[in-house]
């Protein structure tokens, strides 16, 4: 019988001590039925399940589930989707903790499911990986050989060594600031690093609207998603529309998240 490994309980405890909702390791009759799933292990699997394709999953096959999944943070979908953006980022970033990850399924705006899956471009998230169940849960597996290792790493910074923060879930609109010659200097990063490459640069008088409040070393970023990608934004490369932002449009979004996620 599938059974939920040490090291995945671990996470859901942390998980559940800093606010996060812990949805589950091992999957329910629905998964069962279909027997493909990482929340599945080797005895509920169907012959050349999609989980245990890989060298690394054949290696680790018992009958351990080899996932989790997370709902609301702090309370919120806001919070659940800036866990996802940094889980998207540091992914993509190739991470030292995120090598055991195989996927990473969920939305960024509560809408689009994307997905990041090691076995596809590491810089690309993938539009419609998942159901739309992951508009309002985000699913992490690991591949099956990791069954023993630490899986906290990676969250512990998130939530506690604040290398990335995100300080305030709001909607703001910003124009490039401009350089001496005229120049705009909105530019679009991949992650809050002003080393990170620059993945977009956004033209002058371009109106772009951010999501959260990031704090990154030190450093006052914004989220933003741009052409489906999460992207950060140097706070002092821009310049706000509005100041103070706009609550009520984000009010809207979560209340119309709320209603379509039953
Ligand atoms: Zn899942």
């Not at 953006?85 to 939305?107: K, M, N, Y």
Request: some cysteine.
């Amino acid at each position: 019988m599938t059974f939920r490994p040490a090291a995945l309980t671990t996470l859901g405890e942390f998980l559940v001590s800093r606010g996060v909702v812990n949805l589950g390791v091992v999957g329910d009759a629905k998964h069962a039925k279909k027997g493909v799933s990482y929340h599945l292990g080797r005895d509920q699997l169907a012959a050349d399940a999609y989980s245990a394709r890989t060298v690394r999953d054949k290696a680790g096959l018992s009958d351990a589930a080899s996932a989790i999944d997370v709902g609301k943070v702090g309370g919120t979908f806001e919070g659940l989707r800036a866990l996802t953006a940094f889980l998207f980022a540091q992914c993509r970033a190739g991470a030292p903790d995120t090598a055991d990850i195989r996927e990473v399924i969920g939305s960024l705006d509560g809408k689009e499911v994307l997905g990041w899956s090691d076995l596809a471009d590491h810089s690309k998230l993938i539009p419609g990986y998942g159901d739309k169940t992951h508009r309002t849960h985000t699913h992490i597996s690991f591949y099956r050989d990791s069954e023993t290792r630490d899986k906290v790493a990676l969250f512990r910074r998130y939530f506690e060594e604040g290398d990335v923060r995100i300080t305030a879930i709001k909607g703001e609109d910003w124009k490039p600031s401009l350089g001496a010659s005229g120049a705009s200097n909105g530019v679009l990063r991949a992650t809050p690093d002003r080393a990170a490459a620059v993945m977009d640069r956004i033209a002058a008088e371009t109106v772009v609207r951010s999501i959260a409040e990031v704090s990154a070393n030190g450093e006052n970023w914004r989220l933003t998603e741009h052409l489906g990608q999460a992207r950060y934004m140097l706070r002092s490369d821009w310049t706000p529309l509005v100041p103070g932002g706009d609550p009520a449009v984000d009010a809207r979004l979560t209340e119309y998240i709320e209603r379509t996620a039953g």
